[in-house]
């Protein structure tokens, strides 16, 4: 277990801290149609329109004169305190390389578990998005495993997976 008493590893907070996932965070080109995106093909919530500059945002970030505007999208399948997917667009935007791969460093995807994948793929196409894989369907011992990745209108990789136990 990494992080534990027995690890190699020592662990520098107290073990009893409460953590809890909070949000992931994508930066747009275009927050808004981005959010439109996420919002009409997995029904995330929309909560408040965030804008941010100044010695704040600059300190945490390490980016001088930051500026941002974008939303914070409550994701769907949580009765409470669900986490965050946050769209934010800086004014000053650096490009992202293409294309989309699943093995490039870094941040791989953001996944939602589906009841019916073939019409949230339809929904997905009709908001901008693509198709990266084609579906695939595997039998478990416990269950039968089916996901396909597709890429969001700015190329940020989405899996719709469905799991249904035997």
């Keep these: 277990m990494y992080g534990g008493r027995d690890s190699y590893m020592?662990?520098?907070?107290?073990?009893t801290m409460t953590i809890r996932y909070s949000h992931t965070n994508l930066i747009a080109k275009n927050w808004k149609q981005l959010?439109?995106?996420?919002?009409?093909?997995?029904?995330c919530k929309q909560t408040n329109v965030t804008h941010l500059s100044g010695e704040y945002l600059e300190k945490g970030t390490?980016?001088?004169?930051?500026?941002?505007?974008g939303i914070n999208l409550l994701l769907p399948g949580y009765e409470?305190?669900?986490?965050?997917?946050?769209?934010f667009q800086y004014t000053d935007l650096l490009e992202k390389t293409l294309p989309?791969?699943?093995?490039?460093?870094?941040?791989?995807?953001?996944?939602?578990?589906?009841?019916?994948?073939e019409?949230?793929?339809?929904?997905?196409?009709?908001?901008?998005?693509?198709?990266?894989?084609?579906?695939?369907?595997?039998?478990?011992s416990k269950g039968?495993?089916?996901?396909?990745?597709?890429?969001d209108p700015e190329g940020n990789i989405v899996e719709l997976q469905n799991w249904l136990p035997k």
């Design 100 to 117: 989309v791969l699943a093995n490039r460093e870094g941040y791989g995807h953001i996944a939602f578990q589906v009841d019916d994948i």
């Design 10 to 15: 020592t662990c520098w907070y107290d073990l």
């Design 80 to 87: 409470t305190q669900p986490p965050l997917l946050e769209i």
């Design 62 to 69: 390490g980016i001088e004169h930051a500026a941002l505007e």
């Design 144 to 151: 039968k495993s089916t996901y396909i990745y597709i890429s």
């Design 35 to 43: 959010a439109d995106f996420y919002v009409n093909v997995f029904g």
């Design 119 to 140: 019409a949230i793929l339809i929904k997905a196409i009709e908001f901008g998005g693509k198709k990266i894989g084609e579906v695939a369907t595997k039998e478990y």
